[in-house]
Every structure is written in C-alpha cells, then in structure tokens.
C-alpha cells in the first residue's frame, strides 16, 4: 500500500511489543540467539558450578516471528524457532536440530491516549508442544517440553519526547509434560528504554528477571539479565536488530553469562 511508506515502526528488541498493528498489514521478523553458557546447577550441592572442561552445552535459536492486524485493536502473533542443541561430556555428545515449541498469541489494545502518548495492551499466549520431545535416540536431546502452556501478559508503555519507556509482566502457566510431571509456572519481568537518537539508530536497555515456581518453594531457578541492543533502519519499514545480553545473577540448569541476538525485521 502507498502509506507503508509514511510508517515508522519502532518496535521492541527485547519482549513483546504493547503496539497493535493496522489493520491488513503484517509484521515478517527474523531473530538468531547465540547464548554462551558458564555456569550449570549442581543438584549435589544445590548451587551453581563453573561447567566442567569436559563438559559444553550449546542452545542456538533461530525464530521466524509473523504479526497480523486482525483489525486496529487486535494483532494475531505465531512464532516457529528452531534449535541447534548440543551436550558434549567427555567422549559423549548428544544433539537436537529441528523445529522446536511453537508460540500462538493474540496481542489486545485496550488503553491508548495519543495525547498523552500512554498505551496499555494485554497478551494472551499459548506453546504448542511441536518440537520432538519423546522417542529419543541415545544421543539426542529433546527439542521441547512436551507440555501445551499457557500465558498472559500485561504491556503498559509510555513515551515521553524521544523515549519510549515499556514494561512487561508475563506470566506462564506449564502443563504437564510428556511423561506427565506437573512443570512450574514461570514469571518473567522487565523494564525497557529505548531512545530515537536518530531516525536512522535507536538503542535500548532492558532490565530482565525470570523466576520459575514464584508462588511455591519447590524451586527458586531465576536469573537476572542486562540486555543492551540498537536497532538501525535501514529503510522506513526495514529495520537490522543486535543485542548483547549479560547475566548479572542466575540459577538455572544451564546459565549462559552472556549472549548475542541478531535480528530482521520487516512491516509488510
């Protein structure tokens, strides 16, 4: 259409965008996560070692994200990544490469002053189990949880002059999982800025925090993460995506200290 010209998408880095998209026009993004992994939970000692020397664990994502604007208030989300997984130990590797978990969502404008430049939406999501997770070989590893999950999201998000301030309060709810354990839910955080310092260079800072089972003692994995990434507009609707992630603090069974995320992104 002649007016994808005069739109300027700015969307988010990191997290789920609060804006909706017009009605008819679609969003193609690309995104590729290489987290580098130090520590690892010890279950003997219950608390987080350095990786053995023998040992390497590598989770490379690759995500194919598509919005559509169902109408003006409502924009329909599905996400495809793939994963390039392996566990070496000693002489023993074991690999997953292939389609992972699947994400539906439904992104709900329900608050928006363009005076005040306020807007506040709400994400209703849900994990389709389509990564291999049973029949195993020896040596592969399982490319998702086996579990349909549920989720919800609340976006307020403000913009003062060149800043837009947004933050995120997501909430997960596991199923259970292929062998049918009862998974903990998941609560995720975060707090972002980014700054229109050109029209052409936008950077933004994120302040992320996970707590997986927040409302019950049987497990306190978390962690703590300072994500800083730019995005440069390469046309009016094209825009090139990078990020640097750094672990302040974590206890998962794999805790990556840093990582990096490369990205696409195209309004349609």
Known sequence: PSSAGKLLPCPPIYGIPSKTLPHNRFIARGYFVYPVFS??????????????????????????????????????????????????????????????????????????????????????????PTGKNTNLAENELPLGTGSFDYGFALLPEQTIKKIDLREIAFYKINGKNSNGDNQPDVLDLSLSAAYSLSKKIIPEYT??????????????????????????????????????????????QFLDGYGFWFGAFKLI
């Open 39 to 128: 520590k690892m939970y010890d279950s003997d000692s219950r608390d987080m070692v350095d990786i053995p020397n023998d040992m390497a664990f590598e989770n490379i994502m690759l995500t194919l994200k598509l919005r559509y604007g169902t109408t003006d208030r409502i924009t329909g989300i599905v996400n495809v990544p793939f994963a390039d997984k392996k566990l070496t130990t000693g002489d023993v590797s074991k690999t997953g490469i292939g389609l992972s978990d699947m994400i539906v969502a439904g992104l709900f404008k329900i608050y928006h002053n363009k005076a005040q430049k306020r807007l506040f939406s709400v994400l209703l999501w849900s994990k389709i």
């Open 207 to 252: 302040i992320a925090y996970e707590n997986t089972s927040p409302f019950s003692n049987d497990n306190d994995f978390f962690y703590l993460k300072s994500i800083f990434g730019a995005q440069f507009r390469i046309t009016n609707t094209f825009l090139l995506q990078g990020v640097i992630s750094y672990t302040i603090s974590g206890k998962e």
